[in-house]
């Protein structure tokens, strides 16, 4: 455990820990072995931001060979078993390894910021829930380079398509352990984020003073804690079915294939909270800064996002209306499914009243997150259309459903975290993105995505189903298929566009200055990008909107500063942690362990486990020991800050 946590990252005249066990102590500011060490919060976010938006043009990529192959009938681009594969990991990677991380990376940069903390709870337990996401991404992907191939089992998983006699390669084994892998990443960054946001709050910042993307971040975190036990208990049943021969879904032997998808949705239906949840806290912070007033009824959209939680875990068998329930079970969902619409029609509304009577500026992010709204709307009015059986009786498995949930995920999910890189682009790196290809990708992504997915609300109402990788000409299909074809290449040049814009402006973007947008939360007081240590003292917190506050009380705020302070430096500074190389060498044994047990290696797996014990413990033998931080007057580091604790 990293009890470097304990006293806020300061020293309070606290008796110095007992000696530590260190092998190797890295000191290195710059380079790579920086990077493969760092316990820094804003880094991990940063790397876990680079992560994901790989996976999402990798994501893409396979949407596009999907799109393509669709784009007129009888089209042999690919072969029925390619498109499995595409369709298989592209549903695995925007929703794992793109959409979650990115939300993760936001959560490990602003969360700390928000709330006037100088890191996370635990820092290197945070490392090590990014290496251990690198590890499972690995493993999730490996087979594209292996003769077994990709997975080709659909990212839904369903039982048998998973067991041994349907796949009896190991593509599908790599596929198992990789997404138990990313859930132990997933399960320890939410751990880290609910003790952060309820330990390290600075003085002042009740629970009801949270920004709504904090509060976001927890009730995100809670979902992850209490939903993943059940795709890991899947998980592992499925596993043991493929290697040692039980029965849990084999139904020739007694097992119930459907028992997987109760399980599955149970984790899955409150994993779309998870991906949509961070998307709300990230518009609640935009909407008022550019509307230039407090969000309308802070304390709604709080208890809403709460209710849109809870509910979460009552809706899962919604998605099961055609497995013959029963009507009991059937109606139970129907009206759980409409009554979680409630809370999220609420929160549309006071994000309105928060855009009425103010003065709006029209800048990237607030155009991206006009678009949220009015794409998550289409998508929410569809959802509600499922929480009717006999409608959804029709719309099942069709491809009515994947303009559903694509409108809410990348409509939703992804309009809103474009939103959130451009706003907090210049606090995170320090430069400013140009409104006029901002808003220029923007206006190719909106057309793009419109021309995409809403074709396919007509094609699923005829009667397409998905997951078809050709179709007859005679269908009443080609149309429309055309349509969304171009559509997702426009699409695709929206988000080339988008990146390119960012990688322009990274490297030789204006500078920005300081509060670029004119902010309301705490992060915007700082420099950009942040110091090391976030804040030169821990703020005191005096209202909702705290920087709104503090711009207009600076003479009291500039006297309170001063006094902390001087408190701080009697008592030796700020006190950071060091970096560490264990949280890696433990997700690296977590890989080679994963690799052993898929190829039925007994030597690799245990010499995995091995490591995987070994880089913990060592981990553990570091105990609380860090480095000291002075400052002068300016707030410039004075004093070699590996000076031992």
């Given at each position: 455990?990293?009890?470097?946590?304990?006293?806020?990252?300061?020293?309070?005249?606290?008796?110095?820990?007992?000696?530590?066990?260190?092998?190797?102590?890295?000191?290195?500011?710059?380079?790579?072995?920086?990077?493969?060490?760092?316990?820094?919060?804003?880094?991990?976010?940063?790397?876990?931001?680079?992560?994901?938006?790989?996976?999402?043009?990798?994501?893409?990529?396979?949407?596009?060979?999907?799109?393509?192959?669709?784009?007129?009938?009888?089209?042999?681009?690919?072969?029925?078993?390619?498109?499995?594969?595409?369709?298989?990991?592209?549903?695995?990677?925007?929703?794992?390894?793109?959409?979650?991380?990115?939300?993760?990376?936001?959560?490990?940069?602003?969360?700390?910021?928000?709330?006037?903390?100088?890191?996370?709870?635990?820092?290197?337990?945070?490392?090590?829930?990014?290496?251990?996401?690198?590890?499972?991404?690995?493993?999730?992907?490996?087979?594209?380079?292996?003769?077994?191939?990709?997975?080709?089992?659909?990212?839904?998983?369903?039982?048998?398509?998973?067991?041994?006699?349907?796949?009896?390669?190991?593509?599908?084994?790599?596929?198992?352990?990789?997404?138990?892998?990313?859930?132990?990443?997933?399960?320890?960054?939410?751990?880290?984020?609910?003790?952060?946001?309820?330990?390290?709050?600075?003085?002042?910042?009740?629970?009801?003073?949270?920004?709504?993307?904090?509060?976001?971040?927890?009730?995100?975190?809670?979902?992850?804690?209490?939903?993943?036990?059940?795709?890991?208990?899947?998980?592992?049943?499925?596993?043991?079915?493929?290697?040692?021969?039980?029965?849990?879904?084999?139904?020739?032997?007694?097992?119930?294939?459907?028992?997987?998808?109760?399980?599955?949705?149970?984790?899955?239906?409150?994993?779309?909270?998870?991906?949509?949840?961070?998307?709300?806290?990230?518009?609640?912070?935009?909407?008022?800064?550019?509307?230039?007033?407090?969000?309308?009824?802070?304390?709604?959209?709080?208890?809403?996002?709460?209710?849109?939680?809870?509910?979460?875990?009552?809706?899962?068998?919604?998605?099961?209306?055609?497995?013959?329930?029963?009507?009991?079970?059937?109606?139970?969902?129907?009206?759980?499914?409409?009554?979680?619409?409630?809370?999220?029609?609420?929160?549309?509304?006071?994000?309105?009243?928060?855009?009425?009577?103010?003065?709006?500026?029209?800048?990237?992010?607030?155009?991206?997150?006009?678009?949220?709204?009015?794409?998550?709307?289409?998508?929410?009015?569809?959802?509600?259309?499922?929480?009717?059986?006999?409608?959804?009786?029709?719309?099942?498995?069709?491809?009515?459903?994947?303009?559903?949930?694509?409108?809410?995920?990348?409509?939703?999910?992804?309009?809103?975290?474009?939103?959130?890189?451009?706003?907090?682009?210049?606090?995170?790196?320090?430069?400013?993105?140009?409104?006029?290809?901002?808003?220029?990708?923007?206006?190719?992504?909106?057309?793009?995505?419109?021309?995409?997915?809403?074709?396919?609300?007509?094609?699923?109402?005829?009667?397409?189903?998905?997951?078809?990788?050709?179709?007859?000409?005679?269908?009443?299909?080609?149309?429309?298929?055309?349509?969304?074809?171009?559509?997702?290449?426009?699409?695709?040049?929206?988000?080339?566009?988008?990146?390119?814009?960012?990688?322009?402006?990274?490297?030789?973007?204006?500078k920005a200055n300081r509060d670029h947008?004119?902010?309301?939360?705490?992060?915007?007081?700082?420099?950009?990008?942040?110091?090391?240590?976030?804040?030169?003292?821990?703020?005191?917190?005096?209202?909702?909107?705290?920087?709104?506050?503090?711009?207009?009380?600076?003479?009291?705020?500039?006297?309170?500063?001063?006094?902390?302070?001087?408190?701080?430096?009697?008592?030796?500074?700020?006190?950071?942690?060091?970096?560490?190389?264990?949280?890696?060498?433990?997700?690296?044994?977590?890989?080679?362990?994963?690799?052993?047990?898929?190829?039925?290696?007994?030597?690799?797996?245990?010499?995995?486990?091995?490591?995987?014990?070994?880089?913990?413990?060592?981990?553990?033998?570091?105990?609380?020991?860090?480095?000291?931080?002075?400052?002068?007057?300016?707030?410039?580091?004075?004093e070699d800050p590996h000076a031992k604790?």
């Open positions: 455990m990293d009890v470097t946590a304990k006293s806020h990252f300061t020293t309070h005249g606290e008796s110095a820990p007992a000696k530590s066990y260190v092998f190797w102590r890295p000191t290195a500011k710059t380079g790579l072995i920086s990077w493969l060490t760092t316990v820094d919060h804003k880094r991990i976010g940063f790397l876990y931001g680079l992560f994901a938006l790989f996976f999402f043009l990798v994501g893409g990529s396979e949407a596009l060979m999907i799109r393509l192959q669709l784009m007129v009938p009888n089209n042999n681009l690919l072969t029925a078993v390619q498109y499995n594969t595409m369709f298989t990991m592209h549903g695995t990677t925007m929703i794992f390894l793109a959409v979650m991380p990115l939300g993760a990376a936001f959560f490990n940069i602003i969360m700390p910021l928000q709330i006037g903390a100088r890191d996370v709870a635990f820092p290197r337990l945070n490392a090590f829930s990014l290496w251990t996401f690198a590890a499972g991404a690995i493993i999730v992907n490996i087979g594209w380079f292996l003769p077994d191939g990709p997975p080709i089992t659909s990212w839904v998983g369903y039982a048998p398509l998973t067991s041994k006699l349907y796949n009896p390669n190991h593509s599908t084994d790599f596929w198992i352990l990789g997404l138990q892998l990313l859930g132990v990443a997933s399960i320890a960054a939410a751990l880290n984020f609910i003790v952060t946001i309820i330990n390290l709050r600075a003085p002042g910042m009740t629970m009801m003073r949270l920004p709504v993307f904090t509060w976001m971040t927890l009730v995100t975190s809670f979902l992850i804690i209490l939903s993943f036990p059940a795709i890991t208990i899947a998980l592992v049943e499925v596993m043991m079915d493929r290697q040692f021969g039980t029965n849990f879904f084999e139904v020739s032997n007694g097992g119930m294939p459907i028992l997987w998808q109760h399980l599955f949705w149970i984790f899955g239906h409150p994993e779309v909270y998870i991906l949509i949840l961070p998307a709300m806290g990230i518009i609640s912070e935009i909407l008022p800064t550019f509307s230039r007033k407090p969000l309308f009824g802070y304390p709604i959209v709080v208890f809403s996002g709460a209710c849109i939680g809870f509910l979460g875990f009552t809706v899962w068998s919604h998605h099961m209306f055609t497995t013959g329930m029963g009507t009991v079970a059937t109606a139970a969902f129907s009206l759980a499914t409409m009554a979680i619409a409630v809370p999220t029609g609420v929160k549309i509304f006071n994000w309105i009243g928060t855009l009425w009577g103010g003065h709006l500026k029209m800048r990237t992010p607030m155009m991206f997150a006009l678009g949220f709204i009015w794409m998550f709307m289409i998508g929410g009015f569809s959802g509600v259309m499922h929480a009717a059986a006999p409608a959804d009786a029709q719309q099942q498995d069709s491809y009515f459903v994947i303009a559903h949930f694509h409108y809410v995920l990348i409509g939703g999910s992804i309009f809103a975290l474009l939103a959130g890189i451009h706003y907090w682009f210049p606090l995170v790196i320090g430069r400013q993105v140009s409104d006029f290809w901002g808003k220029l990708s923007f206006w190719v992504i909106f057309v793009g995505f419109n021309v995409t997915f809403f074709p396919m609300h007509f094609l699923g109402l005829n009667g397409m189903p998905r997951r078809t990788f050709t179709y007859d000409g005679n269908m009443g299909w080609n149309t429309a298929n055309y349509i969304a074809t171009i559509g997702a290449l426009i699409l695709g040049v929206g988000i080339g566009l988008y990146f390119a814009v960012m990688i322009y402006t990274f490297f030789k973007g204006e947008w004119d902010g309301r939360t705490l992060e915007w007081s700082l420099p950009n990008p942040p110091p090391e240590y976030n804040y030169r003292v821990i703020p005191t917190i005096h209202a909702r909107d705290a920087y709104w506050y503090e711009k207009h009380h600076r003479e009291e705020i500039a006297q309170e500063n001063a006094v902390h302070a001087q408190e701080d430096e009697a008592h030796g500074g700020i006190h950071m942690p060091y970096q560490s190389i264990y949280p890696l060498v433990a997700s690296c044994g977590a890989l080679l362990g994963g690799f052993g047990a898929c190829y039925h290696t007994l030597v690799v797996a245990l010499a995995g486990g091995l490591v995987l014990l070994s880089g913990i413990y060592l981990w553990a033998m570091e105990g609380a020991e860090g480095y000291h931080i002075h400052l002068d007057a300016e707030g410039r580091i004075v604790h």
